[in-house]
């Protein structure tokens, strides 16, 4: 599927503007795969933090995972908003 996208784009009269959205496409990757890297990173910190919390009160394990699912979720929403921004200035 990617490798048709990818022919068809290529296939293209214009192979400036093959080449442009090409380039799009990557970076909006990019920028999706360095936010949910980063929101993973903060969220195995919040997780760890909760868990000391948990260790220490006594409390429900079952909040651990929630600062990693909070911060992936968040992170994807960064990611996205980055990527309508970096359309955004391009005109589209």
Do not use: C
């Amino acid at each position: 599927m990617i490798v048709r996208l990818i022919q068809n784009l290529l296939s293209r009269q214009d192979p400036q503007q093959a080449h442009t959205l090409l380039t799009r496409m990557v970076v909006s990757g990019i920028l999706l795969f360095v936010n949910l890297v980063l929101a993973g990173f903060y969220g195995v910190l919040g997780a760890t933090v909760v868990y000391l919390v948990v260790e220490w009160g006594g409390f429900s394990t079952t909040w651990v995972m929630a600062p990693i699912a909070v911060a992936l979720l968040v992170g994807l929403r960064k990611g996205l908003l980055a990527i309508q921004d970096y359309w955004q200035g391009y005109g589209h």
